[in-house]
């Protein structure tokens, strides 16, 4: 099983040192379901004073839970020191993290069985808990006892449901149970962990699967402005690019924003999924080329993934056409009207009658044109 030839080298050079490793966790998932892994996550015993010792360029990441980052051979990965974890007063975060010398101790603090194995090339896959066989099926199932996996960290419960999302697995009954029944302790994760993980759902090549935040109860535990989600629109993403905005603009309503804002997303996305919403229906020629004015191309073309092929073909007459859209495209300026004897307040009134006017006459958008109408019109 060929997980990274890059880790590998660093896996090497720590067991050249005189201790063992393995790559463990997301990536070793990824290659048994035929995937390329992302991040490259390697456990070993060998402590973190050991591994900055043994590699030139380490930054402490998680040094306090036993994890350098190692820079090596043109990638970077994680490197943890086995451990065990005690006591989770938070529900989040480990009270005391003790380092153990067994791989196998360490993957009894795992989240799901479908990340709780290591593989070295040496020694072959360490799969305590049926992973690859869940793989296999198609299952996300907590290691030992989801209660306690559960009340351990809280996240994992929304971890859980992204992972069906994204991989389209389905969640173990006793599992899914568990989230059901923990719900309430999600109160405690931060907002911006949540975003994470609702952000991730939604993008997920199995969106649809965001519905279990609705049916465990989850979602009320998470944001208190949760009724912004329309649930019942999720199966309209299966077609849509995976892009934030546009698939949050295809399920929230009128609370989206404050919804956004309580998860902590950037302005950026919140403004962005606004102006989606407000183009959501639109086909009238005038109409496009008031939202264009107001919200910009980049979301009016976003907007051919969701609106009517009268859309389309309406945005793509005004793109090829050319016709003025902006106070910009005008082919008169402040100039013009000043020597018109127009100043003040009366030339932003002016020009805002003008530039409907060109919106419903394109074609006339010729100065002397323009100078004729403001003549005969004002």
Known sequence: MIIS???????????????????????????????????????????????????????????????????????????????????????????????????????????????????????????????????????IRCVGEPDKRFSEDALRMARGIRFAATLGFEIEEKTLAAIQKNAHLAEKISNERIAVEFEKTVLGD?????????????????????KAIDFSALKKLVELPKITP???????????????????????????????????????????????NKNGMKCAQLL????????????????VEKHPVFVRDLEIGGTDLMEMGITGVQTGQVISRLQEWVWENPHENKKEKLLKWIKEEI
Request: aromatic share 8%.
């Open 5 to 139: 030839d890059a880790g590998l080298k660093i896996i090497e050079k720590i067991e050249k040192s005189g201790f063992e490793a393995y790559f463990v966790g997301g990536c070793v998932r990824d290659v048994l379901m035929g995937k390329t892994p992302g991040d490259i996550d390697i456990t070993t015993n060998a402590s973190p004073a050991d591994i900055m010792k043994i590699f030139k360029k380490t930054y402490p990441t998680g040094i306090n839970h036993g994890t350098v980052t190692v820079a090596e051979e043109g990638i970077t990965a994680e490197v943890t020191t086995y451990r065990c974890e005690k006591g989770y007063n938070d529900g989040r975060h480990p009270d005391k993290v003790e380092f153990v010398a067994d791989i196998n101790e360490d993957l009894l603090r795992r989240d799901f069985t479908i990340n709780a194995m290591a593989y070295n090339p040496s020694r072959g896959l360490v799969d305590n808990f049926g992973g690859q066989q869940d793989i296999e099926n198609k299952i």
């Open 206 to 226: 199995f969106s649809e699967k965001a519905l279990l935040l609705f049916e465990t109860g989850l979602i009320n535990h998470i944001a208190e402005n949760s």
């Open 304 to 319: 051919t993934y969701v609106n009517s092929m009268q859309y389309k073909t309406e945005l793509q007459k005004i793109l």
């Open 246 to 292: 546009l698939r949050f603009a295809i399920i929230m309503n009128d609370g989206a924003a404050a919804f956004l804002k309580e998860l902590r997303f950037s302005g950026e996305i919140i403004k962005t999924t606004e102006s989606l919403m407000a183009g959501l229906g639109i086909e009238n020629p005038i109409d496009i080329k008031k939202y264009i």
